[in-house]
């Protein structure tokens, strides 16, 4: 039995000598590599009692075991019928086919809306008979205020698809992909190719380069006004073209763009303008696209994690709770007054930025994200959150984690992971050799392996995660 658990066998001993968990619990973490910082919890919940804890009351990056919070928030708080809403409210009177009066295309941050999807819902405007609108096309994304990140997204990330902005119109994500042809000799310039569906424009200065130059490329992304991407820097000689993908930079104009486009593919013209509404409209609905259910979007939020399916649960929860339009901020005061009204789990000094996790704002302690998993699992049958976690060896982002493929691991945990740069965070459950069910919280936060990073990165953590939760599967 590993020393970090020998203690964990008498409780009362265990909690009443702070002095010897801290000194086993020293030694575990020499085995990560020099200047990591780990925070552990672990508790049998059948028991009710703690098995072990370390540095459990600081606070870390929770990275994605943040989703944990947004997840039982949104369970808490929505109703298990909601859906995310997407409508064409109609402000006139229909005659001759010609719409007489402005057309009204309300988003409501939907996170998994395509542009297949929105062409569906605006083709029933044909179905209809309307050929013409007589009047200003609106586009209603109130529902959300002010910036479309929160505080704390890295910046040099913004670009990646995975930090597309969570907006009240998303399509397809908010990302978008290029083809980018680098077959040409030395000296000369990598060309792109953007699909038509995509109202972006990419130009570039990508410099063919040989292969010992190549060591020392970047290609970098420079977001300008409107949708324009300029894409610089060198790459060594490809012989296939290959994708990239960009996260859009203004979802509004991109939207608009789509909508004008759909509507010109299905012969509906309309004699207005387009504008952009400051408060949300009236008027009569005509057509409505729903969302997949409030438990299909958590389960996929917590099984890929999801970043926008997180933050737009984040900002659409605060709309409700306060009934205005939503920012980041209010979704943070929103997620702590449920948090501590309904769960009776306060957050005391935590940092919630967002839903998601991507903030480098959020700081959470191991035993504050105890306390919510402790919830969770106490409550399942009313909040039937646990088949959302990823399971290891099987699905979601453990399927594929080194240190818990083998037995009794594998198929045994569920946990929702969560990594940054230099953070490896878990957050779950486990059923142990006697059939009880435990909870644990694990934060890894200032992980580096130094120049070894690209070769041996992980070697470190898969040792011990595999040697800490094989023992505390056998406690």
Known sequence: MNKLFTLSLFVTTLLSSPFALATEAKSLNSQLPVGTNLAFIAKNISQNKMIDQYHADLFMLPASTQKVLTALTAKLFLPDSFRFNTSL??????????????????????PDLTSGQLYQLLAQLKQQGIEKIDGNLIIDTAIFASHDRAAGWIWNDLTMCFNAPP??????????YVNL???????????FNVPASFPVQVFGQVRIVDNKEANYCLLDAVVHDNNRYQIKGCIRRQNKPFGLSFAVQDPDSYGVAIIQRQLKQL???????????????????????????LSEL????????????????????AYHYYKRPATFQLGSLAMKQILQTKANIPLGNAVIADGSGLSRHNLISAQDMLRVLDYIITHEDQLQLLESFPTAGVDGTLRGRGSMLASPLAQNIKAKTGALKGVYNLAGFM???????????QFINGYSTGELDSKTQRSPLNRFENQLYNELYRQ
């Open 431 to 441: 059923t142990n050799a006697r059939g009880e069910t435990v909870a644990f919280v």
């Open 267 to 293: 012969g509906i013209t309309f004699t207005g303008q387009v504008q952009q509404a400051i408060n949300p409209q009236q008027g009569q609905l005509f057509a409505q696209h729903q969302s997949a259910s």
């Open 89 to 110: 409210l109609t402000q006139g009177k229909i005659k001759n086919g010609v719409l007489q009066g402005n057309l009204v295309v309300q988003f409501n941050g939907d």
């Open 181 to 191: 042809d680098a077959n040409y000799p030395v000296g000369e310039v990598a060309k």
């Open 167 to 176: 907006a009240a119109i998303n399509l397809d994500n908010n990302c978008f």
């Open 298 to 317: 958590i389960k996929k939020m917590m099984k890929k994690s999801d970043n926008q399916i997180a933050d737009a649960l984040f900002r659409t929860i």
